[in-house]
């Protein structure tokens, strides 16, 4: 009689475990979160004087100061420039700031000799003036197929 009471009370036991068991809310997956970065700090002033192409100090040019940021979503894309139409006046000197953010990235506009090259994440500067009125394309040469194009219209 007590091996029939301890078997029954253990098969309620374990009834009441599997209907409590059944009874717990279904886990789920746990929620996607989305990471949005923050664009680098924009650098203080670039110095006036600046290296030439033999590594010597030559005065900077002093201009307007102007940033593009090169956004390219933790390098998944879209790839785009931060503005990316750009307009200056005939004359105008500006001092260019280039932030790039995971990816490496170019500032090219062919028809200006202009050609700058901005590491992932680093920060690089450029002194130049528009001599000449027109409409140039500006180009990211590794992420031109991507859609990483803009224009400088000189008035």
Do not use: W
Not at 53 to 68: C, I
């Amino acid at each position: 009689m007590l091996k029939k009471l301890a078997a029954l009370t253990l098969m309620a036991c374990a009834i009441f475990t599997v209907i409590v068991a059944c009874g717990q809310p279904v886990p789920t997956e746990p929620s996607k979160v989305t990471i949005h970065r923050a664009s680098p700090p924009i650098p203080p002033p670039a110095p006036t004087v600046a290296p030439d192409q033999n590594g010597e100090g030559t005065e900077a040019l002093v201009g307007t100061p102007f940033t593009v940021r090169m956004i390219d979503n933790g390098g998944a894309g879209p790839f785009a420039y931060e503005p990316v139409d750009l307009t200056f006046s005939v004359g105008e000197i500006v001092n260019f700031t280039f932030i790039g953010e995971d990816a490496f990235h170019t500032f090219t506009v062919p028809d200006l000799d202009i050609d700058v090259e901005v590491e992932a994440g680093e920060t690089t500067g450029l002194d130049f003036k528009f001599e000449v009125a027109g409409i140039y394309e500006l180009t990211c040469i590794p992420h031109e197929a991507l859609g990483m194009v803009g224009t400088i219209t000189v008035k």
